[in-house]
Structure formats: C-alpha cells, structure tokens
C-alpha cells in the first residue's frame, strides 16, 4: 500500500500534463511534367482526378501503341485496386482523352513527340 500511493500520485501528475500533437507534413517537389492540353472534354477531369493522385509523367511511361481497351482497364484500376474517387460517368470521357492523347489515336504527328 505504501507504493501504492506515491505510484498512483505520480500517474495523475502523468496523466495531468498537458500534450501536443505535432503535426509533420509532406513537402513534395513541384512536378516538372503537365498533362497535355487538349480541347477534350476528358482534359479537365483528367486534370481533377489522375493527377490528384500521381504526376502525369505516369502517363508517359505508357505504350503510345496502347488501344482503348487498354487505357479502359488503366483507369478502372485506378479507380477498383487504388480507390480513386473517379465518378463511374466521368469514366469514359478521361478514357477518350488518355487514347487520344497518349495512346493509339493520337494524331501521327502527336505519336512521334513527348
């Protein structure tokens, strides 16, 4: 019992202490890499979601022979395995602009640049 008490009054002093939390935050470097402008209405939600989440050189490391199908499986799996909040309907618009301007039916001149 003797113990007993000087532990517990030393826990109340403990628990009696004010704490803070410290906040830590991720400082990334600016991203050299833009998305391609296009008229396309695909541009601005690529714009609001792709890169919400990664830069748009991902989009570059893609085959430029890629068809439809391919950028299709692309963004559901960005939006099944990594949740990405991409609306189902915004889906097939972000596909027609990453085929257009990244993949297989991209202008021949587009095709041959980065």
């Excluded at 109340?12 to 998305?35: E, I, R, Y």
């Excluded at 301007?101 to 587009?110: D, K, M, R």
Aim: positive net charge; proline residues 11%; glycine residues 4%.
């Amino acid at each position: 019992m003797k113990t007993l008490v000087p532990a517990l009054l030393a826990l109340s002093f403990l628990l009696a202490q004010p704490s803070f939390a410290v906040t830590k935050g991720v400082n990334l470097p600016p991203d050299g890499v833009q998305l391609r402008a296009s008229p396309l209405p695909g541009y601005a939600k690529a714009q609001a979601n792709c890169v919400a989440c990664h830069s748009a050189e991902y989009m570059l490391y893609q085959p430029r022979t890629a068809p439809r199908p391919y950028w299709e499986a692309m963004v559901k799996r960005m939006q099944a395995v990594f949740k990405a909040p991409i609306a189902d309907a915004d889906m097939p618009v972000i596909v027609d602009y990453l085929v257009k301007t990244y993949g297989n039916e991209q202008p021949a001149a587009a095709a041959t640049t980065k």
